[in-house]
C-alpha cells in the first residue's frame, strides 16, 4: 500500500536510471529528497557502483546512509554495517577466469576500483570516442576518479568484477567460475559482448536493505525502493512500496506498484508526491 503523508519510511535510490542521468543529478532531485528528509523519511541511496565512486556530487542533497556494491556494502549514520568481498580462494579463480576468457575487467572495493594498465587505457579510449554522449562525461568522470591503477589483481578485496569486454558473453565467463558468483549485463551503453558485472550470489541489493532495516528496526513494509535495472528486481520485490522507471527492464515493471518517469524528466518529483513522501 502507497504510505500517507504522516508515515515514516525508509526510501532506497537506485542511483543511475533511477536518481540520475549518466552521473548527472536534476536539481529536482535535490530538492525532493531534501523535502522527504525534512517530512521524517529516510532517505538512501542503493546502488551497483562501488562506494568510492559514489561522489560528493551525488551524495549533495543530503542521504541517510548509502548500500553500494549492490547489497555487498550498507552504511547508515556513517555507520557500516556490511563491507563484503569475494573470499580469497573463489577471487583468485574469479580472477583467473577473467584472464582467460580475455576480459577488460576492474575490481571494485569500498576503497578503489582496481585496474590494470590495459583495462584504463580502454576506459580513456570509450570515455573520449567519438560519438560518445556527453551527458556520459560525469559518469565516467567518478569511475575515473575511484580507479587506482596496479600490476596484478591477485591479493586485493574486492566484491564486484566489472568487465569493460570478453571474448565470450559474462554469463559463460560465471559459469566457469562456479555457482557462488552470478552476472549481470551492464547498465552503461554500447559497451558490447562480455560486459557487466560479476558478483557474489547470494548478495543483492536486498540483502544490503535488509541490514538497515534490522538496524532500524523497522519492517520491509516500511521500505520504498525505486530503481530501473536488472540489478534492481530484488530490492523491488522486498519493499512494501515499490517504484520503476518508465524504460526500465521489463522484469522490474512488472514489479513496480508506481511507474515513475526518468531522471531526464526529473520523474522522483512526481513518484514521491504521489506517495505522499513530500
Not at 574469479?94 to 576480459?103: E, M, N, T, V, W
Request: net charge negative; with cysteine; proline share 4%.
Amino acid at each position: 500500500m502507497p504510505p500517507t503523508a504522516s508515515s515514516s519510511r525508509a526510501i532506497f535510490l537506485d542511483i543511475d536510471g533511477t536518481y540520475a542521468s549518466h552521473g548527472v543529478v536534476p536539481a529536482e532531485h535535490v530538492d525532493v529528497v531534501r523535502r522527504a528528509r525534512a517530512a521524517g523519511h529516510r532517505v538512501l541511496l542503493c546502488t551497483g557502483r562501488a562506494r568510492c565512486a559514489v561522489s560528493p556530487r551525488l551524495l549533495e542533497a543530503g542521504f541517510d546512509g548509502v548500500i553500494a556494491g549492490a547489497g555487498a556494502y550498507a552504511e547508515i549514520g556513517g555507520e557500516v554495517l556490511r563491507d563484503e568481498v569475494f573470499p580469497a580462494a573463489l577471487a583468485r579463480r574469479s580472477i583467473d577466469a577473467l584472464a582467460q576468457y580475455g576480459a577488460v575487467a576492474m575490481l571494485e572495493s569500498t576503497q578503489a576500483l582496481y585496474a590494470l594498465p590495459a583495462t584504463r587505457d580502454a576506459m580513456e579510449e570509450r570515455a573520449h570516442r567519438p560519438g560518445t554522449p556527453a551527458a556520459q562525461a560525469a559518469l565516467w568522470e567518478d569511475l575515473r576518479d575511484a580507479r587506482r591503477v596496479v600490476d596484478s589483481l591477485h591479493g586485493l578485496d574486492f566484491a564486484k568484477a566489472v568487465t569493460l569486454s570478453a571474448h565470450a558473453n559474462l554469463s559463460e565467463v560465471a559459469a566457469a567460475i562456479g555457482p557462488e558468483v552470478a552476472a549481470v549485463e551492464t547498465s552503461i551503453q554500447d559497451l558490447g559482448r562480455g560486459a557487466g558485472e560479476l558478483y557474489l550470489a547470494h548478495v543483492t541489493k536486498a540483502v544490503g536493505i535488509a541490514a538497515v532495516v534490522d538496524r532500524l528496526g523497522i519492517t520491509a513494509a516500511d521500505v520504498v525502493a525505486m530503481g530501473d535495472g536488472p540489478n534492481d528486481i530484488e530490492m523491488l520485490e522486498y519493499a512494501g512500496t515499490a517504484v520503476g522507471i518508465a524504460g526500465g527492464h521489463p522484469d522490474v515493471l512488472s514489479l513496480a506498484d508506481v511507474v515513475a518517469e526518468g531522471p531526464e524528466n526529473a520523474g522522483l518529483v512526481a513518484a514521491f508526491t504521489d506517495l505522499g513522501l513530500v
